[in-house]
């Protein structure tokens, strides 16, 4: 059980270009969903959170504005990466948590890269 | 200083031997505390997850507490190269609040 998808896993663009992705919890609920990014040989880094039908809540320095996430279903969080560069290049990871105090489940990540 | 210290490593051990991976934490108030694996290239994987002090086992896993200390433990018994990955504790504060994770710790594990 809690297997969170995460899709694509990789992905390549050219500079300038908006990139989704797409983070599903498979078999539970998530009411909260979790955006991290992950540089080599690094801990994960927290993005942002996400609540089922309410705007995320980002953490000092991310940019709301360059990152767009969206949490429209139960089940389904979205991140958008708008006009990305080349230092947007990372490995992004989402969690979700059926509840509070309770362990996150994680996905697969999607490595970005920027040309 | 850090919320979470963990030894980021490397650690390498022959195959079959114990593996011990330790954290050490500042903020009293945290009160779930869990051990995730994660794979090159891969999300991290939900290895063990504990909420009061004590020990906690699943077959060759063994997760430690002692919140008196601020200190968790994870024991790997015969260990395989399998094993090999790097390991991340991390802790919940008692207001369900964010996961704050150690630096994690590269364990290779040679045949």
């Known amino acids: 059980g809690a297997v969170v998808s995460q899709h694509p896993s990789r992905v390549i663009c050219k500079s300038g270009t908006s990139v989704k992705i797409e983070c599903r919890s498979l078999d539970f609920q998530a009411t909260t969903m979790f955006w991290y990014r992950q540089f080599p040989k690094q801990s994960l880094m927290l993005m942002a959170t996400s609540n089922e039908g309410s705007k995320a809540t980002y953490e000092q320095g991310v ?3 360059k990152f767009l996430i969206n949490h429209a279903s139960l089940t389904l969080s979205t991140l958008t990466v708008t006009s990305a560069h080349p ?3 990372s490995f992004y990871i ?3 948590s059926d509840r509070v105090g309770q362990p996150q489940h994680f996905g697969d990540g999607t490595r970005l890269s920027i040309l | 200083q850090k919320e979470v210290e963990q030894d980021p490593g490397p650690l390498s051990v022959p195959e079959g031997a114990i593996v011990s991976l330790n954290c050490t934490y500042s ?3 945290f009160q779930y505390f869990m051990w995730y694996r994660q794979y ?3 999300g991290p994987e939900l290895l063990m997850y504990t909420y009061s002090s004590g020990n906690k086992e699943d077959g060759r896993f ?3 507490v ?3 200390s601020k200190y968790i ?3 790997i018994r015969d260990s395989q190269p399998s094993d090999s990955a790097t390991y991340l504790c991390a802790m919940i504060d008692n207001q369900g609040g964010k996961l704050i994770f150690g630096q994690g710790t590269e364990l290779s594990v040679k045949p």
């Open chain 2, 73 to 75: 433990s994870l024991f």
């Open chain 2, 27 to 29: 903020n009293s108030a």
């Open chain 1, 94 to 96: 989402c969690s979700a």
């Open chain 2, 40 to 42: 090159s290239r891969k």
């Open chain 1, 63 to 65: 940019e709301k504005d």
């Open chain 1, 87 to 89: 230092e947007d290049s």
């Open chain 2, 66 to 68: 002692d919140k008196s």
């Open chain 2, 62 to 64: 063994t997760a430690q």
